[in-house]
Every structure is written in C-alpha cells, then in structure tokens.
C-alpha cells in the first residue's frame, strides 16, 4: 500500500503529540476498576516535552479518566513506589488537570498532529473495541504518512484498527506490545495473593496472541524490559516499562 503525503512532516515547526489514554471502565473478568497506566502517559510526556514537543492528551470518550490503581506511585501496594516521574506529574497541578478533563478523540484534527501515542493500562483491553472513532483517527495518522504508536495494553487498538482498503494496520508489520509471559506472570501474581481462583485471569484476550492472528510479526524483550519497536511509521511498545523507549523512538521518527 502506497502511503499519503509520507513526506506530510514539516521539519520546521514544533512537534504536535497526541497522546491518548483510556476512559475508566469496569473489568468484565474481575469486576474491578480499570483505567490508564501513569508511567505510560508520564514517561512519554517527559521524554516528548524534553526535547520541545508540544503533548495533547486526549481520550476515547473525553471528560476525566482514571488511573490502574497499582500505577499511582502512592499506592499502598507500593508497586510504583519509584516511579519519580509519575509522582511528579501527578504533584504539578496544570499537568494532572489534562487528566481531569480530557478532550475526546473526534477533536483530534490529524492535519494538526505529527503523531498519536495510545497509552495503555487495563481499560483498553474492555473498552477499545468499541472506540470506533479512535480506530479511525489511528488510521488516519497512519495512512497520513504520520507517526501512529500504541503501547502495552494501549496495543489493543491494533486488533480493531483496519486501513481503507479492509486489511488490518498491522498485518505484516514488526510490532511489540504486552506479552504472553507478563500476561502469565501477572495472573501468577494475583492468584497468589488469592485476588482471584486460579482458573480465572485478569484479562478477556491476549495481546501477543491477537497480534499473531492477525498476521503481525510479534516481537518482544523479555519479561518487564523495557522495549520498543518501529516499522515504517508504526511504533510499538512492549509494557508500562517502555513509556520513555516508545517516546524516545516517536523523537528519532520525527526529528527534534
């Protein structure tokens, strides 16, 4: 397929970034609140403000989202005790207002943006079958020559996402997301603490396997490495440890 305006990037003017995290939602496997991942939202919003880029956060539906419990550096599980990063977003009132009231995707003006970034968490692996209109601005990014990214379970958009000749976006292309072994490690981890019984997992599907029988080419580090991957102007990354790789590859995409 022979992409528009490939060449649509202006090298001169500040990059626009679209990043977009998922609306809160209820988990259908184990009945608990899902949301967003902080470190996938922050980590990429450091790396892409560091070097200038202006960052927009969006999300399916609009209004104020929700993160992952577990992902809140506050947490009492203490899982994102180190994330220094997310603690200082969420302590800087301007940034952390982007969160309480987000535009929704049909406001993205993709003649505007040099890239979209699709964040994940738990709510995209219930809620993103159903965001049509965030499929089509993710193709259009893509079928515009512009950088189209998604990370972690933010990679569910590519079980939906189809360009305008019917294939799926991500048909034999290289891409990464959440793997079979972290999918197992975390069922492991919440069996053992007898959150849930043992025949029961956290998530309805898996990323790795979907993106297989869809005919990508699915890659991956290894458990919790944090890893991204570029295939043209597809970028795709691994978990909630590849915020800053993710972003870092959308940087060397675009240009500073």
Known sequence: ??????????????????????????????????????????????????????????????????????????????????????MGF????????????????????VAQFDAIVVAGGQAPMFTFEKATALHDKFVQFYEMGKIASALCHGTAILRYAKLSNG?????????????????DFADKAVWEMNLLPRDQHLMPWRIEDELKNIGANYVQAGLWKGFAVRDGNLITGQQNFSGAETAKAVIEALGR
């Open 1 to 86: 397929m022979s992409l528009k305006n490939v060449n649509s990037v202006n090298p001169n003017h500040k990059k626009r970034v679209a990043i977009v995290i998922s609306n809160p939602a209820v988990s259908v496997t184990t009945g608990w609140p899902v949301g967003f991942w902080w470190s996938e939202l922050t980590h990429s919003y450091y790396e892409l403000t560091e070097v200038g880029y202006s960052v927009e956060v969006f999300s399916p539906e609009g209004g104020k989202c929700e993160p992952d419990a577990m992902s809140d550096p506050r947490d009492p599980s203490g899982y994102s005790a180190s994330d220094l990063i997310s």
């Open 90 to 109: 969420i302590a800087t009132s301007n940034l952390v207002s982007m969160i309480d009231c987000t535009c929704s995707v049909d406001e993205i003006d």
């Open 167 to 183: 294939e799926y976006l991500a048909k034999g292309k290289t891409v990464t997301g959440f793997a079979n072994v972290e999918e």
